[in-house]
């Protein structure tokens, strides 16, 4: 099942930021404007469970269950996201959500999960757009890799000094 959260939603929009910033945005755009769903069904539900399974079983046993619950809790598949663009203005709907910018704008803070600061950075590397989100937890990495057949991907990767090893899956989209 999916399960929207304010730091995908902050992901999504501070990577557009994160386009506007590094000079790029509307090249980086052109053909990518759109509604993107996900394609994987329970299977990418299973594969974040089967990731953080991976870490935490090198963990503790009084640490894993607690680092199990946190990790599962943040991680979800999400339904759809969209780009929308008018002008310099971008809006990024994330399941119904929407996260407004200015192309061009500085990369602002995001408000992450637990409703502390998350800061982020954002670049574009050919049709792939990296996101990076900082707490005192760790970092979360997303990249979202663009096809040229209308598919999309987003890769995540979580790391922190309390896990023994990044956690990283895999999720597919595709443009409608």
């Known amino acids: 099942m999916t399960k929207p959260t304010n730091a995908i939603g902050a992901a999504f929009a501070m990577v557009i930021a994160g386009l506007a910033a590094s000079g790029s945005a509307q090249h980086?755009?052109?053909?990518?404007?759109?509604?993107?769903?996900?394609?994987?069904?329970?299977?990418?539900?299973?594969?974040?469970?089967?990731?953080?399974?991976?870490?935490?079983?090198e963990m503790g046993r009084l640490q894993r269950g607690i680092a199990r619950h946190k990790l599962l809790d943040k991680n979800h598949?999400?339904?759809?996201?969209?780009?929308?663009?008018?002008?310099?203005?971008?809006?990024?709907?994330?399941?119904?959500?929407?996260?407004?910018?200015?192309?061009?704008?500085?990369?602002?803070?995001a408000t992450g999960i637990e409703g502390g600061t998350v800061l982020t950075q954002a670049t574009v590397r050919g049709r792939t757009l990296i996101q990076t989100f900082?707490?005192?937890?760790?970092?979360?990495?997303?990249?979202?890799?663009?096809?040229?057949?209308?598919?999309?991907?987003?890769?995540?990767?979580?790391?922190?000094?309390?896990?023994?090893?990044?956690?990283h899956y895999r999720l597919p989209y595709a443009h409608h």
């Open 28 to 57: 980086a755009l052109d053909g990518l404007h759109g509604i993107y769903f996900h394609q994987g069904g329970e299977a990418c539900d299973i594969q974040i469970r089967e990731a953080v399974e991976e870490v935490v079983s």
């Open 77 to 109: 598949t999400y339904e759809s996201f969209q780009i929308l663009i008018d002008g310099d203005s971008l809006t990024m709907r994330v399941n119904h959500r929407d996260y407004e910018l200015e192309l061009g704008a500085a990369p602002v803070e």
């Open 134 to 167: 900082r707490t005192s937890q760790g970092l979360r990495r997303h990249r979202v890799h663009f096809g040229t057949d209308g598919t999309a991907f987003l890769e995540v990767s979580i790391e922190s000094e309390r896990l023994p090893k990044p956690v």
